[in-house]
C-alpha cells in the first residue's frame, strides 16, 4: 500500500521478543497493511526463533507444513488401503517407528557430488556464503542465511532430478511369482534352513501372508499352484500350533483376518476368555507372538522331517516326560558332561519345572 510507512528493521536484534516489539511499533503506525508487509514483519520475527521455539509456539513454516502435509497423504493414505489397518502397516515398518515407511530422509553422499558437477558447483557455493555469513551482521546476515537454505535445498532438487527412474520386469497384476522348493538344509549352527524364496520357517514371511491373507487366498481360488499349497500348509499350521495350546491366540488371528477392529475384538475376546488386555497388546501378539510362535512350529516340523526323511538323527528319551525327541538345540540342552552331550530331560520339562 502506498499509506504504508517504509519497513525499518533493525536486523542487529537478535532476540525474537525485543524484534517483536519492534514490529508491534510498526503495525501501531501502519493499522492496516498489506499482506507482503505482513510476511515480512512475520519472517523477520520467526528468523531469530530457534528450531525449539518454532516446535513449542506450533508455528507452520513452508518447510513445516511440506512435512506436515507428506506426512498426512503417506501415513493416512496408506493404513486406509492396507486390509489390517495399522497393523498391516506395522508389519511393513518391522518395529514401531512409523517414519520408516514415510517420505525417507535422502542425503547426499561424497559420491554422489563426485558424480554429478552440479552438486559439486551448489556445495562451493553453500560454503562461500557460510564464510561471508560468519563475518556478516544486520540485514546481510539475514540475507545470506536465506542465501544458504535456498541453495541446500537446491541441491536435492538437483539429486532428485537426475535419478535414473526404476522399472519392474515381468510386472504381471495379480500375479505371485513363489518358488517352494521343499529341499530343506542344516545351517552352521544346526538349524533347519528352505532354499524357497517364500517359507514358513521365517517369520516375517508369515506375518506378511496373514497381513494379506484374504487377498492371497483369492489369488489361489480352486487353482493347484505352488500358492495354494503354501496357504493350505499355513491352515494346517495354524490349528496345530494354536487350536489346542493357545485358543486365545486362535480366536484373535481369525477376527483380524476378518477385519473386526482391535476395539471389538478386545469385547469380543474378553466377554469368552475373562481377560482384559489393551489393544496395543492385542496388536503386539497378531503382529510379533503368533507369526513367531507359527515359525518355531514350522521350524521344529521341518527338523522332524529332515532327519527322518533326509537324514538319520540321533534321538532320545526324555527321563522325565518319557517322550523320544530329536537330540537338537531345540529339544535338548547340551552339557558337556553328558556322554551324548545333552541334559537327560527335555526343555519343555526343565521349562515347566522352572514356572
Known sequence: MSEENPIKLDYTITDPTKRKKLVDKILAENPNPSKR?????????????????????????????VTINKRETSYQGLVAKLENGED???????????????????SISQKDIDANPYLLQVRQEIERLKKLEQNAVGKDKYILKKAIIEKSQDQYVIKNSTLQPVYAQKAIKSEFKIDLSEDYYIDKN??????????????????????????????????DTDLTDLMNELDKLIDQTLKEYYPFYYDLLWYK????????????????????????????????????????QAQENALLWYYTEKERGHWKRCSRCGEVKLAH????????????????????????KKK
Open 37 to 65: 508487509y505482513l510476511e515480512i514483519l512475520s519472517d523477520y520475527i520467526v528468523t531469530a526463533m530457534s528450531s525449539e521455539e518454532k516446535k513449542e509456539k506450533k508455528i507452520l513454516t513452508d518447510n513445516r507444513m
Open 257 to 296: 483376518i476378518d477385519g473386526v477392529k482391535n476395539a471389538d475384538i478386545r469385547i469380543a475376546l474378553e466377554k469368552k476368555y475373562g481377560y482384559t488386555y489393551s489393544v496395543e497388546y492385542l496388536s503386539a501378539l497378531w503382529r510379533q507372538k503368533i507369526p513367531k510362535l507359527l515359525a518355531e
Open 329 to 352: 538345540s531345540r529339544f535338548f540342552s547340551r552339557n558337556k558332561t553328558s556322554s551324548d552331550g545333552w541334559y537327560s530331560v527335555c526343555k519343555c520339562c526343565r521349562n515347566k
Open 88 to 106: 498391516g502397516l506395522y508389519h511393513m515398518m518391522g518395529g514401531n517407528d512409523k517414519n520408516i515407511i514415510l517420505t525417507p530422509k535422502i
Open 190 to 223: 544346526g538349524d533347519i534352513q528352505s532354499n524357497g524364496l517364500v517359507t514358513l520357517l521365517n517369520q516375517q514371511h508369515i506375518s506378511t501372508m496373514l497381513c494379506n491373507y484374504s487377498l492371497l487366498k483369492q489369488q489361489c481360488g480352486n487353482i
